[in-house]
């Protein structure tokens, strides 16, 4: 069925080749041709103009000259006439008005009420954890004057302290270098410096004496002391103050935690300090009111002491108990305790009891502005604003949560104070705000570490120093919102004081 069979081959010549070459062409394209032409505009005229006062008519001045009984022509004269009446009632009925009573322009920018210029470190007291216990400036407010030593004594301190003094004035101030370094035996709980002479600097000492040091001296500077006699101080002398004596000398006045208030004059030839006078407070000896009872009959443990400026006679102090004093100078009524061995006798100073507070009264301070207005402050956290005509205070304000250390009025604005409190913080109060938190706050320093004291620089007002107890001393430097005198400040003081006899 099936057989192999030869056949001749057949090829076939390819046609696409021919027909792919054949149908190739080239073409090309381009765009239209483009067209430009140039033009050019320009103004076709220009023109300038200008103006200038006129020339000033001579002639009638020349006319009023020549004939001064001539009429002079309606003009600023009869204006003033016409207007007169009706802005002198406007300006009456404006001054009667009191819109804008508690307005107050603020220059500055209110964001920055206070900037620190220095942080001030003396580091041999910052190795011993020395605390700052008291600054004071000179009486040209260049030197701020800093004392070491420790707010809190579990026994006996005979740790070495400092006294250091640094010229701010000068152009380039070392900040962890004082210009001057007194070394003390003991702690310095009290300082104040010279309201005249500023290289004079008094203290008071833990042991209980008051030494008064004089900066000018190259050698040995310490002017005038205590010692440790019969007169002196027995216990840690908190408070040291410069009074002013007869022949415009001065004094130094010292208040310890014992209940004694010494006075002392200034013997510089014998490098000593002599008792002028001595004062001791007694419970029972405190004058008591019909609204409350001042209980004890132990002394009265001093911890402040401010002075009138208005009074020489009237010193006011605070003590551990709370209990409140005005005292006199004058006072002749002697005191119901034994005597020590003092030179002279100890009188009876306390003629009138403020309502105690609740605990210790750490800082006094009467105004510069007002004779019967006070403030004081301690460990309730509250600033009491007081009179000296009653026993209540006018106004408390809550100035910390903690204890308050310092407190001092503006040198310059009238209701404006400052109080150093336990929680680091210095607040700073205007009483002429509706609102009585605080104007401005200070703030700076590591966490935990209490504001202890502070002082206005009363030559330059816009300086504010406050030690801490890391040691520190810092310069504040205040906007002049907080130190420039609104006009109707000493009226508002004058309303506040004068609920005293309402």
């Not at 009429?71 to 207007?83: I, K, T, Y």
């Not at 205070?393 to 104070?417: G, I, K, N």
């Amino acid at each position: 069925m099936f057989c192999d069979e030869t056949l001749a081959s057949v090829s076939i010549q390819p046609t696409w080749r021919k027909a792919q070459q054949s149908s190739q062409d080239s073409k090309g394209c381009q765009t239209q041709a483009v067209h430009s032409c140039q033009m050019a505009v320009q103004v076709k005229s220009t023109s300038a103009a200008f103006t200038q006062t006129e020339r000033p008519d001579l002639s009638l001045e020349r006319h009023l000259a020549e004939n001064p009984d001539d009429p002079a022509p309606p003009g600023l004269r009869e204006f003033l006439r016409r207007v007169e009446g009706l802005v002198t009632r406007e300006l009456f009925q404006n001054s009667r008005s009191h819109a804008f009573d508690d307005y107050q322009v603020n220059w500055e920018d209110g964001s920055r009420p206070v900037s620190c210029l220095h942080r001030l470190q003396h580091p041999n007291a910052s190795e011993q954890d020395l605390q700052v216990t008291c600054v004071s400036w000179s009486c040209t407010g260049a030197v701020i004057a800093c004392a070491y030593g420790r707010t809190s004594h579990s026994d006996w301190n005979s740790d070495k302290s400092y006294v250091c003094t640094w010229n701010l004035d000068r152009r380039n101030v070392s900040l962890k270098q004082p210009d001057q370094v007194i070394d003390v035996p003991t702690g310095v709980t009290a300082l104040c410096c010279h309201p005249e002479r500023p290289a004079i600097i008094a203290g008071g000492l833990y042991n209980g004496e008051v030494v008064v040091w004089d900066t000018s001296r190259t050698q040995d500077l310490v002017l005038a002391q205590t010692g440790m006699s019969t007169d002196s101080h027995r216990e840690p002398v908190y408070q040291v103050k410069w009074v002013p004596l007869q022949k415009k000398e001065f004094g130094v006045l010292s208040a310890c935690s014992g209940g004694r208030v010494l006075q002392w004059t200034l013997d510089s030839e014998q490098n000593q300090l002599v008792l002028h006078a001595a004062y001791a407070l007694m419970m029972q000896q405190v004058p008591q009111s019909s609204s409350f009872k001042v209980r004890g009959s132990s002394t009265v443990g001093i911890t402040s002491l401010a002075l009138s400026r208005w009074d020489p006679d009237t010193f006011l102090v605070g003590s551990e108990g709370g209990v409140l004093l005005r005292c006199s100078f004058s006072s002749q009524t002697l005191a119901a305790t034994p005597s020590e061995g003092e030179s002279v006798t100890l009188r009876a100073p306390a003629v009138f009891s403020f309502r105690p507070g609740t605990g210790p009264i750490h800082s006094i301070h009467c105004s510069p502005f007002h004779r019967n207005v006070f403030v004081s402050a301690g460990t309730d956290g509250l600033a009491h604003l007081h009179s000296l005509l009653q026993t209540d205070p006018l106004l408390s304000l809550r100035v910390s949560d903690s204890y308050v250390f310092d407190v001092q009025w503006s040198p310059t604005r009238p209701l404006v104070f400052a109080a150093a409190t336990g929680q680091g913080e210095v607040q700073i109060f205007d009483l002429s705000h509706r609102s009585l938190k605080p104007a401005a706050t200070i703030d700076h320093g590591a966490a935990g570490q209490a504001a202890t004291c502070l002082s206005f620089n009363s030559q330059n007002p816009r300086l504010l120093a406050v030690g801490k107890t890391d040691g520190t001393v810092g310069i504040w430097q205040l906007s002049t919102y907080l130190t420039e005198q609104t006009p109707l400040e000493i009226d508002q003081l004058e309303h506040m004081a004068s609920q005293a006899a309402e």
